[in-house]
């Protein structure tokens, strides 16, 4: 750790601690878009549209929110995306979740996207970056809240198809920050796009992967040497591998951890297994993020209530998730500073 927890942190009565994690700002680093689509939406999306769904009711669709693995859950998360078709959708999507995370205390939000899955459907890809970026720009003026978007390649498709999707991007470019690697991780390896990731370096777009999420430590390794990633998406998966958990604790590389996801994906389907506290303990950057909100039970508060609830931990390990979460965005140190001022601020005043 670079940093001092603050003796405040011990003066917090334990019966505070899920009101300090409600109230404490922190930035959210992992989350997809089309992730935040709540059935309702989706049904209120389908009729504006006229899409047909193969669910007759939100019940419905949400009695097939049980997922066994991260396909099970792609399959309905792709055919929920598919209401999606003009500009408003997707501002109305963004505005949704990003007055949800405003409400969470969330000061900062890097928001991926995924615009293979509304181009492959034709979808002109500046309706879904416009879109988007119309609702962060909005919510900026409205809610006070930071939010950039990092447009994600879909891995299960080819490296080709990521190349022809950064191209038709570049257009809008001032509209995303960032890189990302998302959708089917086993038998998609990060070397497969060792070359597009390399051409999005050189344009100077931050880089980020999904890797060890269901993927061994090897795909970890290959984010970090040979994408050269400044952020790895879950990475619960680098325990297995000693080696690697010296080089991310060494070199402080953040880990988006998303705990109420790797529950109902199954990676830990128990919830006090989980891996997070012991990724701290072992010196880890590690950061809790919703990944599909709407999908997996809640936003980002519900995981660190219901992450903490389950593994015991307290008000320290709270400080360490909040601030790692403000110093691994990608703003710069001057705002990283300033929103850990409101961070220390706040827990002064938990503990008074
Ligand atoms: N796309 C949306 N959520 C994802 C996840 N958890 N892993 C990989 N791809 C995703
Ligand atoms: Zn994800």
Same mark, same amino acid.
């Given at each position: 750790?670079?940093? *001092?927890?603050p003796a ?7 019966d ?11 930035a ?6 089309e992730g %935040?689509?709540?059935p309702?939406?989706?049904?209120a999306?389908?009729?504006?549209n006229?899409?047909?769904l193969?669910?007759? %009711? *939100?019940e ?10 991260l396909?099970s ?8 995306a %598919?209401v999606l078709?003009k ?8 505005m949704a979740?990003l ?5 969470d205390? *969330?000061?900062r ?12 459907r ?7 970056i416009l879109?988007? %970026?119309r ?5 900026q ?7 950039v ?7 299960h498709?080819?490296?080709e ?8 991007a570049?257009?809008y470019r001032e ?7 998302d959708?089917?991780?086993l038998g998609n390896?990060p070397e ?8 999005c370096k ?8 999904h890797?060890g999420?269901?993927?061994p ?6 984010a970090?040497?040979?994408l050269?990633v400044?952020?790895?998406?879950h990475?619960?998966q680098s ?7 010296q ?10 951890v998303c ?8 990676v830990?389907?128990d919830?006090?297994d989980h ?15 919703s990944d599909?909100p709407a ?5 980002v ?5 219901q992450v903490?609830?389950?593994t015991?931990?307290?008000?320290a390990q709270a400080y360490q998730?909040?601030r790692?979460?403000l110093?691994?965005?990608?703003a710069?140190?001057a ?6 001022q ?10 008074a």
């Amino acid at each position: 750790m670079t940093f *001092v927890i603050p003796a405040a942190a011990q003066r917090i009565p334990a019966d505070q601690l899920p009101q300090l994690l409600r109230t404490m700002p922190k930035a959210e680093l992992h989350m997809h878009i089309e992730g %935040s689509l709540e059935p309702e939406l989706i049904f209120a999306l389908a009729q504006r549209n006229g899409v047909a769904l193969p669910y007759a %009711s *939100v019940e419905d669709l949400r009695s097939a929110y049980a997922f066994t693995d991260l396909q099970s859950f792609l399959d309905i998360y792709y055919a929920g995306a %598919s209401v999606l078709l003009k500009e408003q959708d997707f501002y109305d999507m963004a505005m949704a979740y990003l007055e949800r995370a405003a409400a969470d205390h *969330v000061v900062r939000a890097e928001i991926f996207f995924d615009p293979q899955t509304h181009t492959e459907r034709g979808v002109p890809m500046e309706t879904v970056i416009l879109g988007l %970026s119309r609702a962060c720009q909005a919510a900026q003026a409205q809610w006070g809240i930071s939010a950039v978007l990092i447009l994600s390649f879909l891995r299960h498709l080819s490296e080709e198809a990521a190349v022809a999707t950064l191209q038709a991007a570049l257009p809008y470019r001032e509209h995303f920050i960032g890189i990302g690697l998302d959708s089917a991780e086993l038998g998609n390896p990060p070397e497969k796009f060792a070359r597009v990731f390399a051409q999005c370096k050189t344009l100077g777009f931050h880089l980020v992967a999904h890797a060890g999420e269901e993927g061994p430590p090897a795909y970890v390794w290959g984010a970090l040497d040979v994408l050269k990633v400044e952020r790895i998406d879950h990475g619960v998966q680098s325990e297995k591998d000693q080696a690697l958990m010296q080089r991310l604790a060494q070199t402080r590389m953040p880990l988006t951890v998303c705990p109420l996801s790797n529950q109902k994906l199954c990676v830990f389907p128990d919830l006090r297994d989980h891996n997070l506290p012991r990724l701290l303990e072992a010196g880890l950057n590690v950061t809790v993020n919703s990944d599909d909100p709407a999908y997996f039970g809640g936003y980002v508060n519900e995981n660190y209530l219901q992450v903490f609830a389950a593994t015991g931990m307290g008000a320290a390990q709270a400080y360490q998730l909040a601030r790692n979460s403000l110093e691994a965005t990608f703003a710069n140190a001057a705002q990283q500073a300033a929103w850990v001022q409101q961070l220390d601020a706040c827990f002064e005043r938990m503990a008074a």
